[in-house]
């Protein structure tokens, strides 16, 4: 579809719809291929979706909490947790069991504890499709979370079932994104990141998978320089050459103490100022472990009461709380936001919002593009080729196609330059988010004309070295498209055009 002189091309949200439209009436005598598609185009107007992914006990379930800001995700080993469980934003709180080869079944909701419970009522895991948790909060209105089963469990069909929905072998993941918890960087990890990370033009691209040093506040046997120790072990992964090819970035996440600091109680802050009362030495020889903490004779706190402090914050967690209590912060509210800010969670979520919200619609049409290709493959017929012949043209031949995969290039390595320039590069080119600002790599609240006398230079810095003798084939390549990605920049910003 080719824009009039003079107007505006269309986005490349609108020229995916289209084609979405062009191919449902091009298969309108096949209901499975309609259904499908059709599924796909509603897909635009949904929230992303964003897949939660890593081994058993990464620590899924409390991180999707801490995203939250609720405990609603089950966190023990229950039959749930080996189930792949959809949380979305409601009016009415709901939770629908969708089994294999019966119509959906509403479950009862029960709070143990402050966390919601469900069971299945004695339907076995294997028979279920899919649970889906409907939830009115604010923070699940632009991002649908999922939780999937541990992709290394004991249980060969748990793993099975993370692994049919997260790497599909006959269409592609029902996810846009992906959040892949790691403790460490294992080969087990690599091969997983690998399996997700397909050679197709479309799907050629890191940039839908951010990866989560999780359960941070363990490394150093839960030291209070714990996360300081994995936020150092993150930027190692982070320049790791072949993990920068399969994911975005690499963050590190104290999922537990980001949970707890979300939905700390009165009550568990009461019992933390006990804890402070202690003598220092007694406090420190208890912290020791888990065992002498909970073991230890105490009137106050009681056993069963630092039982589930433990269960709440960890040693770290309460080793951190009671430093911050004998440092004079008694406010409980203040207490709950230093956890928080402290476990890392907020700058996954500013990830969350530069890399993925920012690129929803690039990231919707990108699974629409693969839908398509699945039915064209399928159930080929003469007259859908130029329905192929579009989709080669729009991933060829869409500069936000183009920019993803020249980022990956980078990140793999294939292109080759100077650190400084890659690193230049790669923020120009959306590495660090798509705004304005995040490309220019200058504050959020730069004016106008600094932003566009940023974009300018860059725009002369990149055509130099696109144009300079000196430079290779493939460097000159690929500064072009950085070009192309300042130019756009600009454009947007209302300055001059080239």
Not at 424 to 450: F, K, Q, V
Request: proline share 5%; glycine share 6%.
């Amino acid at each position: 579809m080719t824009a009039p002189p003079g107007a505006a091309a269309p986005s490349l949200s609108s020229t995916v719809r289209v084609l979405l439209r062009r191919t449902i009436d091009t298969y309108q005598d096949s209901p499975q291929a309609v259904g499908w598609l059709r599924h796909h185009l509603s897909r635009f107007d949904e929230p992303l979706r964003v897949a939660i992914a890593g081994k058993v006990k990464a620590g899924k379930s409390t991180l999707l909490n801490a995203l939250v800001g609720e405990q609603i995700a089950p966190t023990d080993a229950g039959e749930c947790t080996r189930v792949v469980t959809w949380y979305q934003d409601a009016r009415v709180p709901q939770v629908l069991m969708y089994p294999r080869n019966a119509p959906p079944r509403q479950l009862t909701i029960q709070r143990t504890s402050g966390a919601l419970s469900f069971d299945l009522h004695g339907t076995p895991t294997e028979e279920v499709d899919r649970l889906v948790v409907d939830w009115p909060s604010q923070n699940l209105r632009s991002m649908t979370l999922i939780d999937t089963p541990g992709i290394a469990s004991l249980s060969a069909d748990t793993a099975m079932r993370a692994h049919a929905f997260l790497t599909p072998q006959d269409s592609p993941t029902q996810a846009d994104a992906v959040i892949y918890l790691m403790r460490h960087l294992h080969v087990s990890d690599m091969r997983f990141l690998e399996s997700f990370f397909d050679q197709g033009v479309a799907r050629a691209t890191p940039v839908n998978t951010i990866a989560v040093l999780s359960r941070a506040d363990e490394i150093g046997v839960g030291r209070l320089d714990a996360l300081t120790s994995a936020r150092r072990i993150a930027r190692r992964y982070r320049s790791d050459e072949k993990l920068r090819g399969l994911c975005q970035t690499v963050v590190a996440v104290a999922g537990l103490l980001a949970q707890t600091g979300r939905t700390m109680r009165q009550d568990e802050f009461g019992a933390l100022t006990a804890l402070t009362e202690l003598p220092r030495a007694d406090l420190d020889s208890m912290l020791l472990s888990v065992d002498r903490f909970v073991r230890m004779e105490l009137i106050s706190p009681d056993t069963d009461t630092r039982a589930r402090l433990i269960d709440r914050f960890g040693l770290f967690g309460i080793r951190l709380g009671t430093t911050l209590i004998r440092q004079g912060i008694t406010d409980p509210s203040r207490i709950a936001e230093e956890l928080v800010r402290r476990s890392g969670l907020d700058e996954l979520r500013t990830v969350l919002a530069n890399q993925f919200s920012e690129r929803r619609d690039l990231l919707k049409a990108r699974s629409a593009l693969l839908a398509i290709e699945m039915v064209l493959q399928r159930e080929p017929r003469p007259e859908a080729a130029p329905l192929a012949a579009e989709v080669e043209r729009i991933l060829a031949g869409a500069h936000e196609f183009v920019e993803l995969r020249m980022l990956s290039s980078l990140r793999a390595n294939a292109v080759k330059l100077p650190p400084e320039a890659m690193e230049d590069a790669e923020r120009l080119l959306g590495g660090d988010g798509g705004s304005a600002a995040a490309r220019l790599g200058l504050d959020p609240g730069a004016d106008l004309e600094e932003l566009r006398g940023a974009a300018l230079a860059a725009v002369v810095r990149w055509k130099r070295r696109a144009e300079s003798p000196l430079s290779s084939r493939a460097t000159a390549d690929a500064a072009r498209v950085v070009v192309r990605s300042c130019e756009g920049v600009l454009a947007g910003l209302g300055g001059p055009g080239y």
